[in-house]
């Protein structure tokens, strides 16, 4: 059971542009979910978080909106470059689970000059 | 600080064969968990150690093993190895104080033949 589900699968976008990858969640008990950023040959980094309490979370460039009722957010990189060009992952995991990840499938973006 | 590191950073074993895979997690953490990443299967928890004790544990067959020691390094070990098994694998160590923040180490990249 797939409880994550990561769209698209692939993005390309131009220099400037804003990405956006979307996520949708099955179990309601998650309440934390975090968004990595995954380079060729390196492990995941984590790149910004959310709990169900807020809407919206800003760290630089990184934007994360937060749709409680429907189930989804999703991650925006604002004026992308072509160094954001990776792998990005969703995920989720919830309290008294330990910090066991549920990963989305990933979206392999690619910035263009 | 130093980030997680694993060892070895590539393995190529061949099938029935055992693997041991470490894990050293960041100077103070003292959560490790251990991820399988595969093109099909994406990102899958292995399990979850914490204080030497497995606090959480994915679905993979019991083949898949892990401990921790005193030092909170952590090994995971593979028995009777079959081709489905390669993969990268995953640490990411985590603090107590903020246990979702969960960081990977670059990963050990298993070939089994």
């Known amino acids: 059971q797939q409880q994550v589900k990561q769209s698209p699968q692939s993005l390309i976008v131009q220099k400037g542009g804003i990405p956006i990858i979307n996520c949708a969640y099955e179990?309601?008990?998650?309440?934390?979910f975090p968004w990595y950023q995954q380079f060729p040959g390196k492990g995941p980094a984590l790149l910004i978080a959310?709990?169900?309490?807020?809407s919206e979370k800003k760290e630089g460039r990184f934007t994360i909106s937060f749709n409680k009722s429907a189930k989804q957010f999703s991650l925006h990189i604002m004026d992308s470059q072509p160094g954001d060009s990776a792998t990005y992952f969703c995920?989720?995991?919830?309290?008294?689970?330990?910090?066991?990840?549920?990963f989305g499938t990933g979206t392999q973006l690619k910035v263009e000059l | 600080k130093a980030g997680v590191t694993q060892t070895p950073r590539y393995l190529i074993k061949t099938r029935g064969q055992q693997v041991t895979l470490s894990c050293s997690p960041i100077?103070?953490?003292?959560?490790v968990s251990w991820y399988q990443q595969t093109p099909g299967q994406g990102l899958q928890f292995l399990f979850e150690?914490?204080?030497?004790?497995?606090?959480n544990k994915g679905n993979f067959p019991g083949r898949f093993s892990g401990r921790q020691f005193s030092n909170s390094r952590s090994e995971m070990n593979v028995s009777t190895l079959e081709l489905g098994d390669s993969a990268l694998y995953l640490c990411?160590?985590?603090?107590?104080?903020?246990?979702?923040?969960?960081?990977f180490g670059p990963g050990t990249r298993l070939t089994v033949t």
């Open positions: 100077s103070g953490h003292r959560s």
């Open positions: 990411a160590s985590s603090h107590r104080d903020r246990p979702y923040e969960q960081y």
């Open positions: 179990n309601t008990a998650f309440d934390y």
């Open positions: 959310i709990r169900p309490d807020v």
């Open positions: 995920a989720a995991s919830k309290t008294g689970g330990g910090n066991k990840l549920t």
């Open positions: 150690y914490f204080s030497e004790t497995q606090r």
